[in-house]
C-alpha cells in the first residue's frame, strides 16, 4: 500500500550526481521551507540572517554560526523573520561518504543544532568557505581535503552539542559501552527505523545471527529489538504530530507502522492518549 504525506521528502537522484556522494550548496531563503526530511544527510551553517529553525518538532532561534545536522531519519522547517534573509551553505552527503567510527558517533548523540559564537562561527565559515572552493577548482587531492574538512565540522557540532548537554547525551543504553556488533545493529536502526525492518536484516547488518544478535540487545540495551523499534517508530510519530498538519494515516505510514490500528493501540498504551487526541492538543 502506497500513502502520500505533506512533508516532501528529498531524494538523493534529484540532488546528488551519481558519480558523487557529496555537494555543497549557498543558499539564500527569503520564505519558509516547510516541513521536509530527506535520504542524505545534511549539515547547514548559518552565515547571516535570523528565523526559527524547528527539529523534529523542537523550534529554536536561527542565527549567524548555528550549525545543525539532519540524519536520514530526522525532518524539520525552516522559517525566516520578517524582511530577513537567511544566507548558509548547505552541505549534503551520503552515509558511504564518511567513516563507520563517525557515523555511529552521530548515532549516539542526534540531533544536532548548536550556536557557536563569534570567533568559533568565523572559523566554520572558513573550513565551509574552503568546502566550497574546492569542490569548484577540483585540484589534486581535492575530495580528502573535502571529506576531511567534512568530517572536522561534524566532530566540532558533536562535541559541542555533547558538552552543552551531557546529561541528554548519555542514554539509557550507553552505546559507547555496548558490543561494537550491537552498537552497528543500533545505527542501522536509527536510520532506517521508518523502513522495512526485520529482526534478520539488522542482524545480518551487524554480522550475527538472529538469535544472538536478539539475546545480546535485550540483554544489554534493555529491551526486545521489537520494544526499541517501536519506540523509535512511536517518538518520530510523535514528533510528526506535534508539528504537522498530517493525518492520523499519513502518520502511521510515515513512521514505518503497517496499519492504523496498531499505531493507534501502540501509541495509547505508550502516550496514555490517541494520536488524534494528542494531536488535538498540541494544536490548541
Not at 520564505?31 to 547571516?48: D, R
Not at 563517525?102 to 568565523?122: G, M, R
Request: glycine residues 4%.
Amino acid at each position: 500500500m502506497t500513502v502520500e504525506w505533506t512533508p516532501e521528502r528529498l531524494l538523493n537522484e534529484n540532488y546528488l550526481d551519481a558519480s558523487s556522494p557529496f555537494r555543497i550548496y549557498e543558499h539564500s531563503i527569503t520564505n519558509k521551507i516547510e516541513t521536509h526530511w530527506h535520504e542524505f544527510f545534511e549539515i547547514a551553517f548559518v552565515l547571516s540572517g535570523s528565523g526559527v529553525h524547528t527539529l523534529n518538532g523542537v523550534s529554536r532561534r536561527l542565527e549567524r554560526g548555528l550549525l545543525f545536522l539532519l540524519t536520514p531519519a530526522d525532518f524539520h522547517e525552516i522559517a525566516p523573520d520578517p524582511g530577513e534573509t537567511i544566507r548558509l551553505y548547505d552541505l549534503i552527503f551520503l552515509e558511504s561518504f564518511i567513516k563507520y567510527d563517525l557515523l555511529e558517533l552521530i548515532y549516539a548523540n542526534s540531533p544536532y543544532s548548536y550556536p557557536f559564537e563569534p570567533k568559533e562561527a568565523d572559523q566554520l565559515e572558513e573550513l565551509c568557505r574552503r568546502i566550497w572552493d574546492e569542490t569548484r577548482n577540483a585540484d589534486i587531492g581535492h575530495s580528502i581535503l573535502i571529506q576531511g574538512a567534512l568530517e572536522r565540522l561534524l566532530i566540532d557540532l558533536a562535541r559541542a552539542c555533547r558538552k552543552s548537554t551531557p546529561a541528554a547525551r548519555e542514554g539509557s543504553s550507553a552505546p559507547h559501552l555496548l558490543h561494537p556488533s550491537l552498537r552497528r545493529g543500533l545505527v542501522y536502526m536509527h536510520h532506517h527505523f521508518r523502513e522495512p525492518l526485520t529482526l534478520a536484516k539488522v542482524a545480518n547488518y551487524a554480522g550475527l545471527s538472529a538469535t544472538y544478535f536478539s539475546e545480546c540487545f535485550s540483554k544489554q540495551v534493555g529491551l526486545s529489538y521489537q520494544n526499541y523499534l517501536q519506540q523509535l517508530r512511536l517518538k518520530f510519530a510523535k514528533s510528526l504530530l506535534a508539528s504537522t498538519e498530517l493525518t492520523i494515516t499519513e502518520v502511521c505510514f510515515a513512521a514505518g507502522f503497517n496499519t492504523v490500528p496498531h499505531f493507534e493501540r501502540v501509541f495509547k498504551q505508550t502516550y496514555h492518549q490517541t494520536p488524534s487526541g494528542y494531536a488535538k492538543q498540541k494544536l490548541n
